[in-house]
């Protein structure tokens, strides 16, 4: 369990430099078409997905494994970030003052390693089981729609419009909504349906799911994080 979480926190920190650079970018590019945006996510999601990294003068990622394999086995901690002067400054002081006077098994970092990839399963299935919890609710609420049009359902008991289903996506929509709503609110999903977002938001959930203690993760996209009613309330504002 160990060596896979310092794998994916490897993986993560890599993925780091790419999604910082992402967020400058987005910044500058404020009046850019939205396919950019997108791109530039989608390439930050497969650097946490690819477990392969390609290091060169011209890339963008100093060191793909920041924390080597010795970590686990060794009686001493040291960093390679792939910028000198910082592991030059943090490896020092590790060295003088982190194990200064007290003897530290070979095996220490393994055993501190499996502890924190035990955390890190009890946070995935925690999460797991929460998205497990709301679908089946949420299926629940539905259960009672009835059909409006092809692949679009009229509910009373949702407040706002969404998207269920990731190979057989239905439309949900609240019954109270008025004609003119309506059609705003459906040509908008339909879009969402075009650029095949529902599958976007079941990758960018599972990303989130296997990161959660990568604190940028948490900056992705709502639309990549699966956040339903943050869109669908700010739809109905406009509306």
């Known amino acids: 369990m160990g060596a896979v979480f310092l794998k994916l926190l490897n993986m993560g920190i890599t993925a ?3 999604i910082l650079a992402v967020l400058l970018l987005r910044f500058l590019l404020k009046k850019a078409p939205k396919w950019i945006s997108c791109l530039l996510w989608a390439l930050a999601a497969l650097r946490l997905i690819c477990p392969i990294s390609v ?11 920041t924390l080597p394999q010795t970590v686990m086995t060794g009686n001493s901690f040291q960093v390679n970030t792939g910028l000198n002067a910082v592991d030059a400054a ?45 679908y089946l609710r949420l299926r629940r609420h539905v259960s009672a729609a ?7 359902w009229l509910c009373d008991y949702i407040k706002t419009p969404f998207i269920l289903g990731a190979f057989r996506p239905r439309i949900y929509l609240p019954s109270d ?31 989130l799911t296997v990161y959660w203690f990568h604190p940028l993760v948490w900056r992705l996209p709502p639309g990549l994080r699966g956040n339903r009613c943050e869109r669908a309330d700010s739809l109905r504002a406009e509306l």
């Open 16 to 18: 780091s430099w790419l």
């Open 55 to 65: 290091e060169s003068r011209l890339s963008l990622i100093p060191s793909a494994e």
């Open 90 to 134: 943090v490896n020092t002081y590790l060295g003088d003052h982190y194990y200064e006077g007290v003897s530290v098994p070979a095996d220490y970092g393994n055993t501190v390693l499996n502890l924190l990839g035990f955390l890190w399963l009890l946070g995935v299935m925690a999460l797991v089981t929460y998205s497990t919890v709301s």
């Open 146 to 152: 009835i059909p409006f049009k092809e692949s679009i």
């Open 177 to 207: 909504l008025t004609e003119t709503q309506r059609s705003h609110v459906l040509a908008h999903e339909r879009a969402h349906l075009k650029r095949r977002d529902h599958w976007w938001k079941l990758l960018g959930f599972g990303l």
